[in-house]
């Protein structure tokens, strides 16, 4: 089933902690249950994503890296 | 000496002592019989390990410049604005130097040696720290929240000021610090730097 992304965030170029921040910052535009998406280059950003959600108790729905591209999933809580 | 330890607790045993006489004297100040006195074994034990000084020393190298701080924490436990993540960094930063000043030193001595590795310290323990510093510096100041100032150089000033405190504290013990923490040094550090920036980010 395919995720309805809600917003996304072009963290490309930016190592941590500037992804985290500014994913932060978008994840407190969503409505509980919306979902945004993150585009990094940051190799870091995988372990630091993870950290993030688990913390947040927001559910990382996917994490992928395409050619040194890392996509991730971030759905609020419903 | 323990003539029986396995590889990995050999290697590992190999580049502790390896950090703390590089860190100390440099790569050209020791050599490879020393480092091999120092743990009690011969040469050859050593050349089992790592096929030469250098390449002892670029893992010494390699082991101490790819750590890397998470900032995770910094960003998930206060708040957003500038001063307080630039405060909260800097601390896990100075905790993590502080635990191991030893970094300090090889840091130095790989940048003043043009060592290839030098610039793995740079990529992964201050670039996430001093891109921070210079990103944030440029939207504040399109937002007019700062002074129109070069960020990149602000961000290289701020870690020029953070190494002084840590050099202070950390190495040369200097008397003029003593009676001050580390921690009130830093804080001191940040309040100036967010005064000669001229932050106007609470009005």
Request: aromatic residues 8%.
């Given at each position: 089933m395919m995720n309805t992304i809600n917003l996304e965030l072009d963290a490309r170029g930016l190592n941590c902690p500037l992804p985290i921040l500014r994913a932060k910052k978008?994840?407190?535009?969503?409505?509980?249950?919306?979902?945004?998406?993150?585009?990094?280059?940051?190799?870091?950003?995988?372990?630091?994503?993870?950290s993030f959600c688990k913390q947040t108790g927001n559910e990382l729905l996917q994490s992928e890296e395409n050619n040194g591209e890392f996509v991730f999933l971030i759905k609020k809580p419903d | 000496m323990n003539k029986?330890?396995?590889?990995?607790?050999?290697?590992?045993?190999?580049?502790?002592?390896?950090?703390?006489l590089f860190a100390d004297r440099g790569y050209h100040g020791v050599s490879v019989d020393e480092i091999a006195k120092r743990?009690?074994?011969?040469?050859?034990?050593?050349?089992?390990?790592?096929?030469?000084?250098?390449?002892?020393?670029?893992?010494?190298?390699?082991?101490?410049?790819?750590?890397?701080?998470?900032?995770?924490?910094?960003?998930?436990?206060?708040?957003?604005?500038?001063?307080?993540?630039?405060?909260?960094?800097?601390?896990?930063?100075?905790?993590?130097?502080?635990?191991?000043?030893?970094?300090?030193?090889?840091?130095?001595?790989?940048?003043?040696?043009?060592?290839?590795?030098?610039?793995?310290?740079?990529?992964?323990?201050?670039?996430s720290f001093s891109d921070f510093i210079e990103v944030s510096l440029n939207e504040l100041a399109q937002a007019g929240k700062v002074n129109q100032i070069n960020p990149r150089l602000a961000s290289l000033m701020f870690q020029g000021m953070l190494r002084e405190v840590l050099y202070a504290k950390c190495?040369?013990?200097?008397?003029?610090?003593?009676?001050?923490?580390?921690?009130?040094?830093?804080?001191?550090?940040?309040?100036?730097f967010l005064i000669t920036i001229n932050y106007q980010g609470h009005s």
């Open positions: 978008s994840m407190s535009q969503l409505d509980n249950g919306q979902t945004l998406k993150i585009l990094a280059t940051d190799p870091g950003s995988v372990k630091d994503f993870e | 029986r330890m396995k590889a990995p607790e050999r290697r590992a045993s190999i580049l502790a002592v390896a950090k703390v743990l009690g074994v011969s040469p050859a034990v050593l050349y089992q390990h790592f096929d030469s000084k250098e390449i002892l020393y670029e893992s010494v190298l390699n082991e101490i410049g790819c750590q890397r701080e998470s900032y995770v924490d910094v960003v998930v436990t206060g708040p957003d604005d500038f001063p307080s993540v630039l405060a909260r960094m800097t601390m896990v930063y100075a905790d993590s130097v502080i635990a191991d000043p030893d970094y300090l030193r090889m840091e130095m001595q790989a940048m003043l040696e043009g060592a290839l590795m030098a610039q793995r310290f740079f990529e992964s323990r201050w670039k190495i040369y013990h200097s008397e003029h610090y003593r009676d001050l923490s580390a921690k009130t040094l830093l804080e001191q550090l940040i309040q100036q």
